[in-house]
């Protein structure tokens, strides 16, 4: 058996001994390719004169390779070429990028490079630059893999419709360039190795292209916070890899295609603040693997879907301020594993069904501002687990029928004593900013009390209050 230290020695081997063997072979025109992108990019250093040797002594951010490092042929003989295989940009202690950087196409000429990375690079606002490649036929030889670039305000232009020529892309994440603007290039959809494809907070506008559904290896798709318009395409149910789908904060319109329900290895889905309406699609129950479900702010209306209480591993569900009314699905009950539920802002009537206090697990509990009535079903222990993190209030008929259960709670969820403890003598209540207990109860001297008790104010003793001063 070979010791672990000798055997770490082994593996490091081929790296240590290269520098040497390479000292003379790195290619001229790569070289020469290299310089030129440390001088568009990086810095006030003269690159040539501190590292005319770059591949032989690489800095942080430069990862140099042998020829036929990938085939598993490192030691094919001393005279193997060292090519650049990394580069990585903008934070220390990868090179950072001087003032008057500009985007260099000609690294997409590299030919070896397999991850390049600029990463809060482009950030000078008088010094904007355009995202740009160079002509197809430089890029055809790329085999670049991962390409990341994120967090550049002062990056411009569009996302080229050339990308699509970088076909060995299982990485793409152009990310947080606010100015990179317009359309998705359909294109995109000839990437067929991407496994994760991220253009989140950028100001990309037009429709999500259908090509995206040719992306069968794709595991993660971020398209968030932008402008895109128009459907979510239909064919977006072929991307039977993905884990994650985030589409919000956009203007996406229309309804949530049923192919969706074909996505069942999705475990976070977010779809928050569009212009969605419509039913979900009653396969949804099918998508067993989800977590996540982050849906507020849309133009849903109708009911909630009861189908839902069938996601078995589902932990947030928020559907805030999306126009559903109806009843709380007594099936939501069953989501064992929920730890955070959000419907507050809807036209939600009916009773709390008791079933959600037997949620183990659940921290954060919602409903505030909608028509909801009768009696809290929450017992002390449930209330004293949620403390702060439940909202009842704005809810004018949900009132506690026993005060026992909020002994020692401190914190009020913005709902009055239920009268003579019947569920239908409902009392008005509003809203306290404080979150702190506080009732109106059709009594301005209550409210005033209340009030004044403020948030100190221990929910038993606020009850006391409460009903001394009650006119029945
Ligand atoms: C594209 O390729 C041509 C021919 O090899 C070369 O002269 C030119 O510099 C390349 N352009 C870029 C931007 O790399
Ligand atoms: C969505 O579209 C509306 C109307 O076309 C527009 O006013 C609004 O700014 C858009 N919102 C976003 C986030 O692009
Ligand atoms: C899901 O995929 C199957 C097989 O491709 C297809 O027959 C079915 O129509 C799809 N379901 C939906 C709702 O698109
Ligand atoms: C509730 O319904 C009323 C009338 O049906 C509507 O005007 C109001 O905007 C709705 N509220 C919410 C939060 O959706
Ligand atoms: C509940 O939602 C309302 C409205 O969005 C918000 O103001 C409040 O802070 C939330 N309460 C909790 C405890 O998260």
Redesign the pocket.
Same mark, same amino acid.
């Given at each position: 058996m070979v010791p672990a230290s000798v055997a770490l020695l082994l593996s490091l081997l081929p790296m240590a001994v290269s520098p040497a063997a390479a000292a003379a072979a790195m290619d001229t025109a790569e070289r020469e390719t290299l310089f030129r992108v440390m001088e568009a990019v990086s810095s006030d250093r003269d690159w040539r004169v501190e590292s005319p040797d770059p591949c032989g002594a690489p800095w942080p951010g430069l990862e140099c390779k042998p020829a036929g490092a990938g085939g598993g042929d490192a030691n094919a003989g001393a005279a193997a070429r060292m090519h650049v295989t990394r580069l990585d940009f903008g934070v220390e202690p990868n090179p950072t990028c001087k003032d008057t950087a500009a985007f260099p196409p000609e690294v997409f000429s590299l030919p070896h490079l397999q991850s390049l990375f600029f990463v809060d690079c482009f950030t000078n606002p008088a010094a904007t630059t355009a995202l740009a490649l160079p002509a197809p036929a430089n890029l055809s030889a790329s085999g670049l893999q991962q390409l990341s670039i994120r967090a550049n305000p002062a990056l411009s232009g569009t996302v080229p419709p050339a990308l699509a020529t970088l076909r060995s892309l299982q990485v793409l994440t152009i990310s947080q360039n606010a100015l990179v603007r317009g359309g998705i290039p359909p294109g995109i959809g000839d990437l067929t190795s991407l496994v994760r494809l991220d253009l989140s907070y950028n100001s990309l506008s037009g429709p999500v292209p259908s090509q995206i559904g040719q992306l069968k290896s794709l595991v993660g798709l971020d398209l968030s916070y932008n402008s895109l318009s128009g459907a979510i395409p239909?064919r977006i149910?072929?991307l039977r890899q993905l884990q994650k789908l985030d589409l919000s904060s956009n203007n996406l319109t229309g309804g949530v $295609?049923?192919?969706?329900?074909?996505l069942t290895s999705l475990t976070f889905l977010a779809l928050s603040n569009n212009g969605l309406a419509g039913r979900f $699609?009653p396969?949804i129950s099918g998508l067993r693997n989800l977590q996540y479900l982050i849906m507020d702010n849309n133009p849903m209306g109708g009911p909630l879907p009861s189908e839902l209480g069938g996601l078995p591993r589902l932990q947030e569900l928020r559907l805030a301020g999306s126009g559903y009314s109806g009843p709380i699905p007594e099936a939501f009950g069953q989501l064992s594993s929920l730890t955070t539920l959000s419907l507050q802002d809807n036209n939600l009537t009916g009773p709390i069904p008791a079933a959600l206090s037997r949620l183990g697990r659940m921290y954060h509990l919602n409903l505030s501002n909608n028509a909801l009535g009768g009696a809290v079903p929450f017992d002390g222990a449930f209330l004293r687990r949620l403390g702060g993190n439940l909202d009842l209030s704005g809810n004018s008929g949900l009132c506690l029928d026993d005060r026992s259960k909020v002994r020692g709670v401190g914190v009020g969820v913005g709902v009055g004593a239920c009268r003579g403890g019947g569920d239908g003598d409902i009392p008005s209540s509003a809203r306290s900013s404080s979150g702190s207990l506080m009732t109106t109860r059709g009594s301005s001297q209550d409210s005033l009390l209340l009030g004044l008790l403020g948030p100190a104010c221990v929910a038993l003793s606020c009850f006391f209050a409460l009903n001394e001063h009650a006119p029945y």
């Open positions: 239909r149910g072929e $295609p049923d192919t969706v329900a074909n $699609p396969g």
